[in-house]
Each structure stands twice: as C-alpha cells, then as structure tokens.
C-alpha cells in the first residue's frame, strides 16, 4: 500500500517538512505515480518508525477509497466489540485462575476446620476425664478457647473468599453483557443497507 506524502506524515505523527528530512537522513524510499507525485510505501513506514506507524490511519484511508459504506458509528462499534472480546478474554482468564486458587483454599480450609472439630471432639472427652484435675483445668481450658478462636477465624476466612469469588463471577456477568449488547449492535449496524448507513 502506497501513500502520499501527506498521508505518510500523518502516519507516523511528523510534518512534512520533518518527513523530507527523514526521507533524506534515514534513506526512506521514494517512490513516484504517473503525475509525478512522491508515494511511499507503507512497509517503508514501518521499517522506519516501527509501532508507531497509525495504521488505523491507512485504513481509514482504504474505506474511503473503496467507498464501503460503512458508517463511522459502525467503525467505532467494531472496534469497541474487539475490545470488548479481548477484556472478557483477559477477565475471564484471570477469573478461571482466581477461582482455582479460591476452591482449593477452601478445600484445605474445610479439611483443616475438619481436622479442627476432630480435635475439639477429642479435646471436650479429655476434659469429662479430667474434670475433676484442677491443676490441669485451667490450660485445658486455655486450649479449648485458643481451638474455638482457630475455628471461628478460618469459618471466617472461607466465608470471605466465597464473597470474593461471587463479585468475580457478577464482574464476569456484566463483562458478558457488555459484549454481547456491543455485539448486537454491530450485527444490527452490519445489516443496514448502505442507503439507510448514509441516510439514516
């Protein structure tokens, strides 16, 4: 794809003075089209400039030329949708990980709360056997308490990584939502007639 001199400015965001420099300096070629005209190619552009060729700005460029008829509102809906494909991707990925890593937290949780009233099971038969020790009483009473905090805190820690993962999957939700209004939008903005794009 060749451009004109302006346009290739335009391109990688220089004036066309800045551009001639360059074209001498850096050894951009030069072509030129049956008036005379200096065109560049792109390819030339992006040997030169790298990433910060605005592609973006040759297609533009091309759907004007080629006259599709598609409509900037259309154009603006594709791109959002791309974006939107690659955010939920990006999420859902994220979220897929996140929830791996919450189940089996909360599988060792529930094994070690498991473990937990085992001995707290054990712990109340030896205090009944005990009762009547008073000198062991109280530290057994002391571990009773401390195995009772222990229970509470990772009921609690499990419970908070269930409400952590229900905001991931409402997040994911309205992620979903968002794309899939996009995408009916753009199939709806696709289906127009190149009549009713122009005109309404």
Request: net charge neutral; no cysteine; charged share 40%.
């Amino acid at each position: 794809m060749k451009v004109n001199i302006s346009k290739a400015a335009e391109m990688v965001g220089k004036t066309r003075a800045t551009l001639y420099r360059h074209i001498e300096k850096k050894g951009i070629t030069v072509e030129k089209d049956d008036d005379d005209n200096p065109l560049i190619d792109v390819s030339e552009l992006v040997r030169v400039y790298g990433d910060r060729v605005n592609i973006e700005t040759v297609n533009e460029q091309n759907n004007t030329k080629e006259n599709t008829g598609e409509t900037v509102s259309y154009q603006q809906n594709k791109h959002e949708i791309e974006l939107l494909k690659k955010q939920m991707q990006l999420f859902e990925t994220s979220t897929v990980r996140e929830r791996d890593l919450l189940e089996s937290q909360i599988e060792h949780l529930k094994e070690s709360l498991s473990k937990a009233q085992d001995g707290q099971y054990k712990l109340t038969l030896l205090l009944e056997d005990h009762t009547k020790k008073r000198d062991g009483d109280s530290e057994w009473q002391k571990s009773f308490k401390a195995l009772e905090n222990r229970i509470a805190n990772q009921e609690k820690e499990a419970k908070e990584r269930e409400v952590k993962e229900q905001k991931l999957l409402d997040e994911n939700r309205r992620i979903k939502q968002a794309y899939s209004k996009q995408k009916k939008a753009f199939e709806e903005e696709k289906g127009k007639s190149v009549w009713k794009k122009l005109f309404g």
